[in-house]
C-alpha cells in the first residue's frame, strides 16, 4: 500500500468519528451509504480496508455477515477491540491479493481505499472477482473544496493520498460498469454544533441534486459478469 495506518494515527481514527466534524461527516456518508446499499439479512459483505471497523460496523447493523480486511496491524487490533465482538470477522489481508474464492460475496466494499493503493486497477479487478458483481466505492472527490484543501496543505496522511475525480474512477471501473452515485460534504465541515445545524439540511439537497463538489462521493456499481 502507498499508505499505512499505524501507531498514534491508528489509535486516534475512531476518536475523531466522536468530534464535531466527525460526527457530522460521518452522518452523512452513512446517508450516502445507506442510500446506496441495500443489504438483505445475512448477505455477505467483505470490507476492504476496513481499518478500525467503523464502517463494517455499520454493515453489520444492516443487516450484513459482514468480513473485514485490513493490512494494518495497528488498525487490526483497534477494529478487533471496538467492534470483534459484534459478530465481525476480522483478518488481515491486502485489497490487491484477496484471499477468498471466486464469487465468496454478494457486496465488497472499498471505503476511502483506492485513494492509498499502488495499484486501484487491481484491487477493483479483486474486488469483482471475489464478489457478485457488486462494489461500493467510497470516494474522496478531488473536485471538492475540502480535498482541494487538504491536497494543497498537504499536511500528515493527506500528503499521501491520492484524491480521484468521479470521471477517473469511472474510468477505473471500466465501460461494461453501471454506476449510481451521490455526493456528500460539498460544504467546509462545521466548528460548532450549532453550524452543523443549519449545514445538514443544505448538504443534503445538495446531494439529492448530485451535486458533484462533495468531498465524499458514494458510488454503487455493477457489472452483469463480475469484469469489464
Known amino acids: 500500500m502507498a499508505l499505512e495506518f499505524r501507531g498514534a494515527i491508528a489509535g486516534g481514527y475512531e476518536a475523531w468519528f ?7 461527516a460521518d452522518r452523512l456518508e452513512k446517508k450516502v451509504i445507506s442510500g446506496l446499499v441495500k443489504i438483505r439479512p445475512g448477505e455477505k459483505i467483505l470490507d476492504v480496508g476496513c481499518g478500525t471497523g467503523h464502517f463494517s460496523a455499520f454493515f453489520r447493523k444492516m443487516g450484513g455477515q459482514v468480513t473485514g480486511l485490513e493490512p494494518s496491524p495497528e488498525m487490526l487490533a483497534e477494529a478487533r477491540r471496538l467492534y470483534g465482538e459484534r459478530g465481525i470477522n476480522f483478518i488481515a489481508g491486502n485489497a ?3 484471499p477468498f474464492a471466486d464469487r465468496s460475496f454478494d457486496l465488497v466494499t472499498l471505503i476511502t481505499v483506492l485513494e492509498l493503493l499502488d495499484d486501484p486497477g487491481q484491487a477493483l479487478a479483486e474486488a469483482f472477482r471475489v464478489g457478485k458483481g457488486k462494489v461500493f466505492l467510497g470516494i474522496l472527490n478531488r473536485d471538492s ?8 496543505t498537504g499536511k500528515g496522511i493527506w500528503r499521501q493520498v491520492h484524491f480521484y475525480t468521479l470521471r477517473e474512477i469511472r474510468a477505473l471501473l471500466g465501460k461494461g460498469a453501471k454506476v449510481v452515485w451521490r455526493g456528500a460534504l460539498h460544504l467546509p465541515l462545521p466548528a460548532s454544533e450549532r453550524s452543523a445545524v443549519w449545514r445538514y439540511p443544505l448538504e443534503s439537497l445538495l446531494s439529492n441534486l448530485k451535486m458533484l463538489g462533495g468531498a465524499f462521493i458514494g458510488m454503487m456499481a455493477e457489472r452483469k459478469d463480475g469484469r469489464e
Open 145 to 152: 473544496i475540502i480535498n482541494r484543501q487538504r491536497a494543497k
Open 96 to 98: 490487491e491479493r484477496l
Open 18 to 24: 466522536s468530534t464535531v466534524r466527525g460526527r457530522y
